[in-house]
């Protein structure tokens, strides 16, 4: 039962942790030229860990992880 509400927990914090997308945050920031790749880069590789961790709390394997990953990176990116 803990473990459920843990993993719960865990999926609310992950999907508001990039709430606003990177695209949006760079153009908030009004991020142009190597400043604004390097942002996207680091914003990328952080989206893609919390979204692995949040494929891993929900056990998720094969296509269904292979969706999860695309869906939450895509959300977090802003593609």
Do not use: N, Q
Request: proline share 0%.
């Amino acid at each position: 039962m803990k473990s459920i509400i843990l993993a719960a927990a865990f999926s609310l914090v992950a999907s508001t942790a990039f709430a606003a997308s990177c695209k949006v945050e760079a153009g908030t920031k009004k991020l142009v030229g190597a400043a604004m790749t390097s942002f996207m880069t680091k914003c990328e590789t952080d989206a893609k860990a919390a979204c692995d961790k949040d494929s891993t709390a929900k056990k998720l394997a094969g296509a269904a992880k292979d969706s999860h990953m695309k869906k939450c990176l895509s959300d977090a990116v802003g593609s």
